[in-house]
């Protein structure tokens, strides 16, 4: 059976700040249905036996950076993934990032990590690595040819912090990239892939590439876009447990309580015509927060909507939209913290999501709101133009409102085409409906990447990797632990 190692910081629903923690802690089950033996990899950190039971003893102890550090093998609660935490005391506190020490932190991290896979029993055939915290990964394992690397790219704009300081840390020279981790792994993994068709062929253009188009472009051979799935499981407004009123595409009258009650919770006016719009989101210039800080006064001031923020982040954004948030009572509520529970109650509360990235390489939340019934309005970038299509009432197509140009009176011109579109309630339901049956599933993406793990092993494409024996054995015997769906650490 082929192994594979996940390494990364993030894994919902034990640690999530953003979209990279839902893919890492969704693909993984969805790999090991279709027979792999895939396993993560991730820091130990101080919140985490809140959440789950962590063995007491190490399963290993390693060296790296004349630091000692321990392996902890547990399971992903809900699911039955293995999963190995790298203890070390800079993880001790309960934070997933930022502080002085991330970047020497996080390169401790993957050493260990490189450390773990050269040195213990089990030995993976593919070291799937995420974003800059890992991206070193790639450039030490060509000493090892038996392990392949893949390199995903959640997010291009985040290449570590004080570079200059990671070239002293990770003892690799310019041309092996060692002050840009992410740069790094795009030159030496061998098969490079980001979380949707369009954004990898953006991120080949100067105004996508972060700097990084030049190599981006030369290396684009062994680029793959794959968009994103979410978890339908822990996502499903059928069972979901925190929110009012559960309802599925075929009950979707049974949705508007949720609406009521979000209003009452969050201390907006109760007004069950009002268009409610919400943002779940963390609140930093990708996301559009300049479009929305702009328009949102003079749409709410012109209509009779209302909107629910949901998010935490630049304290500049956090600070326009409290201040907005006071001009209109009980018309705009802003919750500036990172609540999983609450989230779900926007995406089955409001009736539009709004999502004017400045750039996009998937997103998780537009395909959430979409399960919920909530309809999407966003910029047509990167993923986005993957997952949601404009609303044609006509011949009834179409699954949210688009905008193409960054600029403010598109993102207020979408908006009011859809608040108009609102007034038709069973135009608008049967939108709802078709948001809600597009298939988001993580099956459909895996199988592009069970394709990458194929090509990158040199196994035939059209032939199942698995034999017979390894079907009867999918995967090794482990204990699933219960869900703990309690929120992660907030940023
Ligand atoms: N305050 C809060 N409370 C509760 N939940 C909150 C929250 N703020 C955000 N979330 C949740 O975090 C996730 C956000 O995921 P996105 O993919 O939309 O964006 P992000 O930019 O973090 O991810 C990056 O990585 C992912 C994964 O590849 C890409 O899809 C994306 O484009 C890229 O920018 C969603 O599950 C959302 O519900």
Known sequence: MVRILFVAAEAAPLAKVGGMGDVVGALPKVLRKLGYDVRIFMPYYGFLPDKMEVPDKPVW????????????????????????LFGHPSFSQRRVYYGEDEDWRFTL??????????????????????????????????QSPDISTIYTIHNLAYQGPWRWR???????????QGHNTMAAAVQFADLVNTVSPTYAE??????????????????????????????????????????????????IER?????????EEVGLEINRGAFLMGI????????????????????LGFTNSQLIVLGTGDRYYETQLWEMAGRFPGRMSV????????????????????MPSRFEPCGISQMMAMRYGCVPIVRQTGGLVDTVSHNNPATDSGTGYCFDRYEPLDFYTAM??????????????????????????WEKSAVEYVRMYKEVLGLPLDEPVVTAADELAVAPPVATQPSTDKPAATK
């Open 416 to 441: 009011v085409r859809a608040s108009e579109a609102y007034r038709f309630p069973d135009k608008w339901q049967r939108l709802q409906q078709r948001g809600m049956r597009q298939n988001f599933s």
């Open 335 to 354: 919750q500036l913290l990172y609540n999983d529970a609450l989230s779900r109650r926007v995406y089955a509360g409001c009736d539009a999501f709004l």
């Open 109 to 142: 991290f993957a050493n260990g990590a490189a450390e773990f896979v050269w040195n213990y029993e089990w030995k993976p055939d593919i070291l799937h690595c995420h974003d800059w915290h890992t991206g070193m990964l790639p450039v030490w394992m060509h």
């Open 61 to 84: 102890v390693g060296n790296a950076m004349f630091q000692t550090f321990q392996v902890f093998q547990a399971v992903l609660p809900g699911t039955d993934v293995p999963l190995y």
């Open 255 to 263: 949705r508007a309580p949720n609406k009521i009650a979000l209003q």
């Open 166 to 176: 990671l070239e002293q840390m990770t003892w690799c020279p310019w041309y092996m």
């Open 280 to 299: 779940v989101s963390r609140l930093v210039e990708q996301k559009g927060l300049d479009l929305i800080v702009q328009m949102l006064p003079q749409f």
């Open 202 to 251: 953006q991120i080949k253009t100067p105004a996508y590439g972060e700097t990084l188009e030049g190599l981006l472009s030369f290396i684009s051979g062994k680029m793959r876009g794959i968009v994103n799935g979410i978890d339908t499981e822990r996502y499903n407004p059928e069972k979901d447990r925190y929110i009012m009123e559960p309802f599925g595409v075929d009950t």
